[in-house]
């Protein structure tokens, strides 16, 4: 399809690869928040959104699940994104070049060990692609950034150095958002993501996580947060295997029903290539 998909970030960021890859015949548009990337799509700006929801190392990204559920969007897809880091520097840099690198605080702490052997001095930036293009802005060949190729291919900038992180697996799970929800089943291997509030009576939520055992749903995400900064409301974020039509996951569903006082459909969607 064309069009075009919003994501959160500058040209270059992990975001914008993550549309490429898994859109690449639609125009990404970079937003500076989140809520900005919910709004854009809502007010049909853009086409679809592309969230970031959760990476390997570093767990959830807590605001996408506190706004999904008031952004009147739809999941209709998931992209599972490999995080590549890559020391950039201008071109015809040499890496014994380079002094100090750039990049935000979350990846440095994910390839340690190439700036202790490389002596590399670090500064924190606001964003990954934004740090490879202040390099390239500052041509000095004693500055780097830490970000994706696609960034130093923007940038016209030399990749120094590939994939430098210490973890070979370091991944981040997207959310294409859009307007309307597709329900349909389009592939063998389905998701389901929905929100749910138990009711107040003992063992909630014990018996409503029941169906799923007793009916072979394999919950591959639940996780919890506060309901407007109270301690007394706890809502419920999760992640099935299946498709709503399946008869064990409307057996599940329907116990769960029983022993919520809320519950709401985020998204019907195919499960990534990638997911393991």
């Known amino acids: ?3 075009r998909i919003a994501f959160q970030g500058e040209l270059g960021a992990y975001s914008h690869q993550a549309c490429r890859e898994s859109r690449p015949d639609m125009e990404a548009v970079p937003c500076a928040t ?13 086409d679809l959104g592309m969230l970031a929801v959760e990476n390997s190392t570093y767990g959830r990204v ?3 699940h506190r706004l999904l559920p008031q952004s009147g969007l739809h999941i209709i897809d998931e992209a599972f994104v490999r995080v590549h880091i890559n020391l950039l520097a201008v071109k015809g840099t040499a890496l014994a070049d380079v002094r100090r690198v750039r990049c935000m605080s979350i990846l440095l702490g994910q390839c340690g060990t190439f700036l202790k052997d490389n002596n590399l001095a670090t500064l924190n930036w606001t964003d990954n692609a934004a740090a490879a293009r202040a390099v390239a802005e500052l ?3 004693a500055e780097g950034a830490l970000a994706s190729e696609l960034a130093g291919e923007i940038y016209g900038l030399d990749v120094l150095a590939r994939q430098i992180e210490d973890q070979s697996n370091n991944t981040t799970r997207f959310l294409v958002m859009s ?13 389901t993501t929905f929100i749910f509030r138990v009711r107040n009576i003992p063992a909630a939520l014990y018996k409503a996580m029941g169906g799923f055992a007793t009916n072979s749903v394999n919950m591959t995400k639940l996780e919890s947060y506060m309901v407007s900064g109270s301690f007394t409301a706890t809502e419920f974020y999760a992640d099935i295997e299946g498709h709503p039509d399946d008869a064990n996951v409307k057996l599940a569903m329907d116990e769960l029903a029983y022993f919520t006082s ?15």
């Open 179 to 191: 307007r309307a929800p597709d329900l349909s089943r389009r592939a063998d291997h389905m998701m």
């Open 1 to 3: 399809m064309s069009g």
């Open 34 to 46: 989140f809520e900005e990337v919910i709004e854009r799509t809502r007010s049909g700006d853009v």
């Open 62 to 64: 807590a605001d996408v």
């Open 139 to 141: 041509a000095d060949p």
């Open 262 to 276: 809320q519950f709401e459909v985020l998204g019907v969607y195919p499960a990534d290539r990638k997911r393991g």
